[in-house]
């Protein structure tokens, strides 16, 4: 019935390959897109203020580890309350991807 020559065989077998990957990569994307609202849902409602924010509604952000959470508390105790959100660079475990994010979050007032 259907009669294909072995190289167009190899050509069907290709292009299915290449959709299988696609519909693979789709889904991935759409799962990670799922995962990272999960972590770290927008906060589009209120921004927080990072000199009054107490520890636990630092850790219901759902964008700081505990650990880093508890790290904040401590470095506004021991230095005082931030002047600049970039003084949020200083604390361990805050780099250039986590602070573009923070920054959305926090305002200083």
């Given at each position: 019935?259907?009669n294909?020559?072995?190289e167009?065989?190899?050509?069907?077998?290709f292009?299915?390959?290449?959709?299988?990957?696609?519909?693979?990569?789709?889904?991935?994307?759409?799962?990670?897109?799922?995962?990272k609202?999960?972590?770290?849902?927008?906060?589009?409602?209120?921004?927080?203020?990072?000199?009054?924010?107490?520890?636990?509604?630092?850790?219901?952000?759902?964008?700081?580890?505990v650990?880093?959470?508890?790290?904040?508390i401590?470095?506004?105790?021991?230095?005082?309350?931030?002047?600049?959100?970039?003084?949020?660079?200083?604390?361990?475990?805050?780099?250039e991807?986590?602070?573009?994010?923070?920054?959305?979050?926090f305002f200083?007032e």
């Amino acid at each position: 019935m259907l009669n294909f020559t072995p190289e167009e065989k190899r050509v069907i077998l290709f292009f299915l390959i290449i959709a299988f990957c696609g519909i693979t990569l789709n889904n991935l994307a759409k799962l990670n897109y799922r995962v990272k609202k999960l972590f770290c849902p927008p906060a589009n409602l209120a921004r927080i203020d990072l000199n009054k924010v107490s520890l636990e509604e630092l850790i219901k952000t759902r964008c700081l580890p505990v650990k880093t959470a508890q790290r904040i508390i401590v470095h506004r105790q021991e230095y005082g309350n931030f002047s600049s959100l970039e003084e949020l660079k200083e604390v361990k475990g805050i780099g250039e991807q986590r602070y573009e994010r923070l920054k959305e979050i926090f305002f200083i007032e």
